[in-house]
């Protein structure tokens, strides 16, 4: 591609994304009946917030959380990979794709629905927006940490080079791995719970779902 082409392609994402910045509301609407959220609530509304670096399996996990827990699964990259044919990764796409996840969650839980986060979310600032819709809401938030062995991460980015997942809406790779992993967590001033995804995740995603349901409950 010639730098004039690289150009106007650049310039074409920038007003695209500028687009999608004035239209969230609209964007919402549609991106809802993409992830496949529930038509009615499963149980009294509740968010729980994935943390993890890239490689660790934080959308098999969720995924697998969503169905236990009847809740809607709204992941980033998923959001990204519907809105942009060739993401940037820039800041104002990053702005952009993180009010569309901001927005889903404060309407799926005004609705009362159980709603799963599904980002990198290691930095408190990440987690804000999210986070005060549950306030707003009253629903209870519940921070999960999911962490992997670290040869088993270095294989799944591995093969996301060779042999995609269908469902894997990832870009990154061992080299945004390894910048993520250089930056320090900022652990939820509440605490977290921790997932490990191995050979005992299943049991894991069930004391996690547990936990939920516990906190939905009481309230808190």
């Known amino acids: 591609m010639t730098r004039s082409r690289l150009g106007s392609s650049a310039s074409a994402t920038r007003a695209q994304t500028r687009l999608y910045r004035e239209r969230v509301n609209d964007l919402v609407a549609q991106l809802r009946e993409e992830i496949g959220a529930p038509a009615e609530p499963a149980g009294s509304a509740a968010l729980v917030v994935l943390m993890g670096y890239p490689g660790v399996g934080k959308s098999h996990c969720a995924r697998l ?31 952009t794709i993180f009010k569309c996840v901001d927005a889903l969650v404060d309407d799926l839980l005004h609705e009362g629905h159980r709603v799963i986060v599904d980002a990198t979310n290691l930095v408190a600032r990440y987690r804000e927006a999210s986070v005060g819709a549950a306030r707003r809401a009253g629903a209870p938030i519940i921070f999960v940490r999911v962490v992997a062995d670290e040869a088993a991460i270095r294989a799944r980015l591995g093969q996301r080079r060779t042999a995609r997942a269908s469902d894997d809406h990832s ?50």
């Open 65 to 95: 959380l969503a169905a236990r827990l009847g809740a809607a699964h709204v992941a980033s990259d998923q959001l990204r990979s519907r809105l942009f044919i060739a993401p940037t990764y820039a800041d104002d796409e990053n702005a």
């Open 171 to 220: 870009d990154a790779d061992e080299r945004v791995y390894e910048r993520m992993r250089d930056r320090p967590f900022e652990p939820p001033a509440d605490g977290h719970l921790e997932l490990v995804n191995g050979d005992g995740l299943l049991a894991d995603v069930e004391r996690i779902a547990v936990e939920v349901e516990q906190r939905c409950a009481s309230g808190t």
